[in-house]
C-alpha cells in the first residue's frame, strides 16, 4: 500500500475551515484515499474515502486531485470537539487485509 | 445497537500472568481487527480475521494468540505477559467489501493494559 505524507500539527479557528492535506505521489490506480481521526483516548472514527472523485458526507469533504498524488481533507466548519489526529491512508481491495496508520495530523481547534 | 465492545476497559497484570481480551461486534461484519497503539507511535495490526474460525498474523503477531470461534467476537490471547506489552488494545471490524460499499472501520473504546 502507497505511504503518505502530512503535517505533523496543524491549527484552525472555531467555526472556520480547516484543511488537512496529504500526500501520496505512489498511488496506484486501485487504491482508495481513506481518512480517520482519533479523538484523546478513544478509537479511530471513520470519516470518509475516495477513489478519484470529490467526496462529500455529513462529517466532511474529500478533495482528490486530478492525478491522485495528493488529496485534502476538508471540515467546514470545525468546532472544539474536531481537536483530535486526523490519520490519511491509502490501501488498495477495500475489506481485505491491513489499514496502515502513520502518525497522521495533530489539528488543535482554537476557540 | 452497540458497534465494537471491549472488555475490559482497563487492566493490570503482572509478568508471566495471562489474560483474554474480549471483543464483540453486533454489526454481522466478516472482517475483525486487533490493534495496539503505543506513545508517539500510529497503530499497529496484531491479527486479523476475514471470517468465523479464520486468522492471520498481523504486523507483531509476536507473544499474542486469537480466536474467531463465533462470527461476532474476537478474541486476543497473552499466554506469558510483558511489560513491553503495556500498550492501548483497540478491536475493529468491517464489512465484507464490495465496490461501494461506504462503510469503514467501525472500532472499539479501547483496553488500556498495564504489565508490571
Known amino acids: 500500500d502507497a505511504k503518505t505524507t502530512q503535517p505533523t500539527s496543524m491549527d484552525c479557528a472555531e467555526g472556520r475551515a480547516a484543511n488537512l492535506p496529504c500526500n501520496h505521489s505512489t498511488i496506484s490506480g486501485n487504491e482508495y484515499v481513506y481518512w480517520y481521526r482519533q479523538i484523546h483516548s478513544q478509537g479511530p472514527q471513520y470519516i470518509i474515502h475516495?477513489?478519484?472523485?470529490?467526496e462529500t458526507n455529513e462529517m466532511a469533504s474529500l478533495i482528490i486531485t486530478e492525478d491522485r498524488k495528493s488529496s485534502t481533507l476538508i471540515l467546514p466548519h470545525a468546532t472544539l470537539r474536531d481537536t483530535a489526529v486526523y490519520y490519511c491512508i491509502v490501501r488498495s481491495t477495500w475489506g481485505q487485509g491491513n489499514l496502515i496508520f502513520g502518525k497522521g495530523t495533530k489539528l488543535s481547534v482554537k476557540p | 445497537n452497540a458497534g465494537v465492545t471491549q472488555t475490559p476497559k482497563f487492566r493490570v497484570l503482572k509478568t508471566g500472568q495471562s489474560m483474554t481480551l474480549l471483543c464483540a461486534q453486533d454489526m454481522n461484519h466478516e472482517y475483525m481487527y486487533w490493534y495496539r497503539q503505543d506513545p508517539g507511535m500510529g497503530l499497529r495490526l496484531i491479527h486479523y480475521?476475514?471470517?468465523?474460525?479464520?486468522?492471520a498474523k498481523g504486523e507483531v503477531p509476536d507473544g499474542y494468540n486469537v480466536s474467531r470461534l463465533k462470527k461476532q467476537n474476537f478474541l486476543l490471547g497473552l499466554e506469558s505477559a510483558a511489560p513491553s506489552q503495556t500498550s492501548v488494545y483497540f478491536c475493529a471490524s468491517s464489512k465484507v467489501g464490495d465496490t461501494g460499499t461506504n462503510y469503514g472501520y467501525t472500532f472499539g473504546s479501547g483496553t488500556r493494559l498495564t504489565v508490571v
Open positions: 475516495g477513489l478519484k472523485n470529490n
Open positions: 480475521s476475514v471470517g468465523e474460525g479464520t486468522t
